[in-house]
């Protein structure tokens, strides 16, 4: 994948996920970009005063989304970099989420995040994947995500 790239990953795919698809109006729209210096996928999100849980805190389930769909994401990124195709190329690769473990360590404030993540290892369909967002510079949460392989046509 380039060293700067100004095409978010989901932005290569026609999809309606509330978490990520570019043709959700009412979704979240997670846009992931490559880096080449963590070696996996970069966030940031704003969020909006609906995507609150109480005064001013980041809703938990918003959190779980966006994590989860940016760490789907990086097991997509790193299907195709591992067969050395280029990223979006038909067939598409796609990726669902097997098992995710979500743990909060801090409140997160309704202000800007940053989530980063990084395919630990890929075991056959299974990619492992670490998930850490980040608010005013504070881990607020990792996740520890399985994600499973499916097949190009699942999406259709």
Wanted: net charge positive; charged share 20%.
């Amino acid at each position: 994948m380039a060293k700067t790239q100004k095409r978010a990953l989901q932005d290569y795919f026609d999809h309606n996920c509330w978490g990520c698809g570019p043709k959700n109006r009412r979704g979240l729209h997670v846009k992931s970009f490559w880096s080449e210096e963590l070696n996996g996928l970069l966030c940031k999100w704003a969020p909006k005063p609906n995507h609150a849980s109480g005064p001013n805190m980041l809703n938990g389930g918003v959190i779980f989304t966006l994590m989860d769909c940016h760490s789907i994401m990086a097991a997509v990124a790193c299907a195709y970099k591992n067969e050395g195709r280029e990223f979006g190329t038909e067939p598409h690769i796609w990726f669902v989420t097997k098992e995710a473990k979500l743990t909060f360590s801090k409140p997160t404030p309704l202000d800007t995040v940053e989530l980063q993540a990084i395919v630990q290892h890929m075991e056959g369909r299974i990619a492992h994947v670490s998930c850490t967002l980040y608010s005013q510079g504070i881990k607020r949460a990792e996740m520890a995500l399985e994600a499973i392989r499916v097949p190009a046509h699942w999406r259709e």
